[in-house]
């Protein structure tokens, strides 16, 4: 994979909402996690409070999410 690539968002990723999911109460930057692939273009989202309580499990566009990054990455 070539700097200028990215990979989509895969199972344990850590990701963001890209727009409003008004339909599950989540807002776009909601903050979850995928825990199953549903096809090539959806996953199930989970998403938790600060104390681990989950609020919400969505099945999400794989392009409405952003993988969020805890380590350097090169540009």
Same mark, same amino acid.
């Given at each position: ?6 990979? /989509?968002? +895969?199972?344990? #990723?850590?990701?963001?909402?890209? &727009? #409003? ?9 909601n903050?979850?996690? *995928?825990? +199953?692939?549903l096809?090539?273009? &959806?996953?199930?989202?989970?998403? &938790? #409070? ?5 609020? +919400? *499990?969505?099945?999400?566009q794989? &392009?409405?999410?952003? /993988?969020?990054?805890? *380590?350097?990455? +090169?540009?």
């Amino acid at each position: 994979m070539s700097s200028k690539e990215t990979r /989509a968002p +895969a199972v344990l #990723d850590v990701v963001a909402l890209l &727009s #409003d999911l008004p339909e599950h109460r989540l807002a776009r930057g909601n903050v979850g996690t *995928i825990v +199953a692939e549903l096809d090539d273009e &959806s996953v199930l989202v989970e998403f &938790s #409070d600060d104390g681990g309580q989950t609020y +919400a *499990i969505s099945p999400c566009q794989r &392009s409405e999410l952003l /993988a969020l990054h805890y *380590i350097p990455e +090169a540009a």
